[in-house]
């Protein structure tokens, strides 16, 4: 994506990636928003060949790592999940109970202007911070495991990383989680 100082370097390679909404905003509070994304999460790895092997939703982030499957373009799924989410959740905010429905739609639509390649509404950065995870670096590629599973024990939502439920840190667990995860 332009601007994105992080490059997807190896298509098919791992990566450990973040979806920030504009502005940090807190849209992940609400049921509806979150499940948007796991199904999104769950359709592009049925239907587009991505693998998502740790994840993590926050209020205003997502954490992945992920990779593509043979002859998938990470870069090509990453854009399609970002712009059917980023309608799909509009769409939500527009016709749901939403009480920060005005100020939401507003602050979408200033993001958006601010890109000639918009036409309405701007909801997620374009700055992935895409990091390539090779294999072999297995210290590396647990360091950001960890991170992403302690996202939300940090943040005070749960005590235990297994409870948080948009969190493949329950599957890690031996838990029931909601992404399909093709384990580390």
């Known amino acids: 994506m332009s601007g994105d100082r ?105 993001e958006g202007k601010k890109d000639k390649r918009i036409t309405k509404y701007k909801f997620w950065k374009e700055d992935n911070h895409a990091i390539y995870l090779h294999p072999s670096e297995t210290k590396i590629i647990d360091q950001k495991m960890n991170y992403i599973h302690q996202n939300p024990v940090l943040e005070g939502i749960v005590d235990i990383e297994e409870e948080y439920l948009y969190s493949s840190a329950r599957d890690y667990a031996d838990k029931k989680g909601l992404v399909y995860i093709d384990f580390l």
Do not use: P
């Open 6 to 110: 992080y490059k997807i370097s190896d298509q098919q390679g791992m990566h450990f990636v973040t979806f920030t909404v504009v502005g940090w905003l807190d849209v992940f509070i609400r049921k509806s928003y979150k499940d948007i994304i796991v199904e999104s999460l769950n359709f592009c790895i049925k239907e587009k060949g991505l693998k998502v092997h740790c994840w993590c939703l926050m209020t205003s982030h997502l954490h992945l790592i992920i990779s593509a499957k043979e002859s998938n373009k990470l870069s090509e799924i990453i854009r399609d999940f970002k712009k059917h989410t980023a309608k799909t959740i509009i769409k939500e905010i527009e016709k749901g109970v939403e009480s920060r429905r005005e100020w939401l739609l507003w602050y979408f639509i200033r």
